[in-house]
């Protein structure tokens, strides 16, 4: 079974505060994205990573960053937590057949 | 970006009823998922169509490629309680996604 995994499931921060929302994934997938969820307006693609090292901007990158040092961890950065990031993020790889793999969320609220 | 509207937002049936929901896209897509999300999970796909006027079935559920390419269709039969959640549909390049349909099914 794949797995990705999301390591903080809830997680409260103030503003301003640097925030790192990590995702480690099980089956060697090259492919690893980044999303958030929002209620009425779906899930929206923040950043997404084809390779080590390679990263590419989403729907909506204005105010994260990535990084993807490891093939197996990527890793959602928020320089300067802001109120409007409050959401659940969700991390996901993409396997064989066009199968996308989602984690369970990190809801960040920013207070 | 894309915009994939989907209805509708939210939908509350009795068990045991039938359940319609549709996707459509400002531009042509050349394969549609439908994924469902339950509280608290990340979403699972559950179907995958690649050609427009494709009808595709899983279990209760059957998906349908619009002949325009703009649009899809969801169908569950039958609906029992487990069938509750956020149904989302996409692109074949999880880059865009709907805004989802929540599914209550009333006992």
């Known amino acids: 079974d794949v797995k990705v995994t999301q390591s903080s499931r809830y997680l409260v921060k103030r503003t301003g505060e640097k925030v790192f929302l990590e995702c480690v994934q099980d089956m060697d997938h090259e492919n690893m994205f980044w999303y958030r969820q929002d209620p009425g307006l779906g899930l929206r693609l923040i950043y997404f990573s084809y390779d080590v090292k390679m990263k590419e901007k989403g729907d909506i990158p204005e105010g994260y960053s990535v990084s993807r040092e490891k093939k197996e961890r990527f890793s959602l950065i928020l320089e300067s937590a802001s109120t409007n990031q409050t959401s659940m993020y969700l991390c996901?790889?993409?396997?064989?057949?066009?199968?996308?793999?989602f984690g369970e969320g990190s809801w960040l609220t920013v207070v | 970006g894309q915009q994939l509207n989907q209805s509708p937002q939210s939908m509350f049936i009795q068990e045991g009823e039938d359940v319609s929901m549709n996707c459509t896209s400002s531009s042509i897509f050349n394969t549609w998922l439908w994924y469902k999300q339950d509280p608290g999970e990340g979403p699972v796909l559950l179907i995958a169509?690649?050609?427009?006027?494709e009808l595709t079935s899983n279990g209760r559920l059957t998906a349908q490629f619009g002949t325009t390419r703009k649009d899809s269709f969801l169908n569950i039969s039958a609906s029992i309680p487990s069938d509750v959640g956020i149904y989302f549909c996409?692109?074949?390049?999880?880059?865009?996604f709907g805004t989802g349909t929540s599914l209550t099914v009333i006992p």
């Open positions: 169509l690649y050609k427009a006027g």
């Open positions: 996901a790889t993409l396997g064989s057949g066009n199968t996308i793999y």
């Open positions: 996409g692109d074949g390049n999880q880059f865009y």
